[in-house]
Every structure is written in structure tokens, then in C-alpha cells.
């Protein structure tokens, strides 16, 4: 079986179990935290929105260097507008990773902080790291806020409550 019919069932779940929790998030917590070092709601929604275009980065170059990555924006326009930029992003890194060959998703990847080598992989384990171990854990998170703020959450793992 090629790896891409493994990734991208994986892919579409990650991204509709995250957007479902993501679409949870009221606007008016944006910019609640829960202690003063931590992001705003609307910091770590700005964040989970960009992660999946990082898909298209990583199966459309050879290195990324981080210096080069701007900030996650913060939310002006709420919830609506964050979700709309996911599902840009969702969308631009599902059209890149659909068809890629298994010798694609095996080459090396690098990835680089002002020149220097932070790590290389294969592409395959660079995509699951930095896009759906990243997702995941930040959903993990943002499950966390929500939690504390009393919101009532949609299934992300078992039977659907």
C-alpha cells in the first residue's frame, strides 16, 4: 500500500476533529488565558489555523528555515475569520500532499534556523511531526482552555457523546 493512502485518511480525520473543537471557541474568549505566560484562546486558534498550510512547505521544498516564518497572527474578525484561514490552510496542504509517491514522502528533508540545522528527517516523519503531531497537541490544548471556560466539547477520540 502506498504511505499516501495512510497519510491522508489521517490527515482529513486530524483536520475535522480539529476544526470541530476549533469551531467550539467563543468569540467573546478570545483574549482569555489561563495564567499570564500562556497564549490568549485567540493566539493559540490564530496558531492551530496555520499549522496545516506548513504541509504544503514541507512537500513542496527540500528545507525550511525558520528565520523566514513570520508570527502566527492574532484574530481581529473572531472565530469565524480563524476558520476560515484553517480551512485555506487545510485545504492548500491536502492538495499538496495528494499523490505524492512513497520515494517523495521518503527523501530527506531539512529544516534550518538562520542557516544552521535544526534536524533532517524523511519527509514522511517531517509531516508528522511539525503538521499532525503539532496539530494534535495543540488541540489538545486548546480542549484544555475550552474545558476551562465551561465549553462543551464535540467527541475527539471514542464514541460521539
Known sequence: MPLIDILLP????????????????PDAELAWRPETQARTLGQLLAHLADIPGWTAVVMTSERHDLATT????????????????????AAAGRAALAGRLDPDLTADWLLERDGGLVFSLPRISV???????????HRGQLSVYLRMRGVSLPAIYGPVR
Open 70 to 89: 513570520e508570527a502566527d497572527p492574532t484574530p481581529t474578525d473572531g472565530v469565524t475569520d480563524v476558520l476560515s484561514r484553517f480551512d485555506t490552510h
Open 127 to 137: 509531516f508528522r511531526v511539525l503538521v499532525l503531531n503539532h496539530l494534535i497537541h
Open 10 to 25: 489521517e490527515y482529513d480525520r486530524e483536520i475535522g476533529v480539529t476544526r470541530a473543537v476549533m469551531a467550539t471557541a
